[in-house]
């Protein structure tokens, strides 16, 4: 017999009118906030696909402001994202792109922080409020979002998975996913480690004082 998650049966919590054009897009707003350490200052959105031709009717592009606020799902301050943003003077634009992207539902969003710091973020929503985001600063990854993670970039050299696992066990981090991402042998990668509980600053530091083949550790 087939079984059934809570989450299958009810979905979410969200401010409507869409679990995948709202909800999901303001957990992808969401997420590339977290990725790019929060602190926005500007932030570009292009939306493609179903997310472009029906995102303004579904208040896709409120969401994705919303996310990048901080703001969650089902914050009833969604609709007026926009306005908050304003006033917080996070500089937000946005363009809608005729370009066809391998999902319907894709976003772009590139965020600078108030230190100048540059972050490129490219995700979908791809159904019931769950996302999958496929690119961080040029590289190819696979995130859910739907457990704490762990983003390591680093240079592709023996010994480097090996050492942050370890000391993820050392920490009784116990690892529920992992996906290591490269451009090629010898050059820059990504391990993306999905945790059973939140990684601490402490032990992310830890990881990045290992070696200097480690170059950025970010939680999310």
Not at 104 to 118: Q, V
Not at 132 to 154: C, F, K
Not at 166 to 175: D, F, K, P, W
């Amino acid at each position: 017999m087939q079984t059934y998650d809570l989450f299958d049966i009810i979905g979410p919590r969200i401010v409507g009118p869409s679990s995948s054009h709202t909800a999901g897009a303001a957990r992808l707003g969401r997420m590339a906030n977290k990725i790019a350490g929060g602190n926005v200052k500007h932030a570009h959105i292009t939306l493609y696909g179903s997310f472009a031709t029906t995102g303004r009717g579904h208040g896709t592009d409120k969401a994705i402001v919303a996310g990048i606020l901080g703001m969650e799902p089902d914050d009833e301050r969604l609709r007026y994202s926009m306005l908050l943003a304003k006033e917080a003077d996070v500089d937000i634009t946005l363009d809608f792109s005729d370009d066809i992207p391998d999902h319907p539902n894709t976003a772009e969003i590139s965020i600078e922080s108030d230190r100048g710091k540059l972050t490129h973020v490219r995700g979908a929503s791809i159904g019931g409020g769950s996302i999958l985001i496929t690119e961080i600063n040029g590289m190819d990854v696979e995130l859910s979002g739907d457990y704490p993670a762990l983003i390591v970039r680093h240079r592709d050299m023996p010994g480097v998975i090996n050492t942050v696992t370890m000391i993820l066990a050392n920490e009784h981090i116990n690892v529920a996913f992992m996906r290591v991402f490269r451009h090629a042998r010898r050059q820059d990668a990504c391990m993306v480690i999905e945790t059973d509980s939140p990684v601490s600053p402490r032990v992310c530091q830890l990881i990045l004082d290992w070696s200097e083949d480690v170059t950025e550790v970010l939680a999310v």
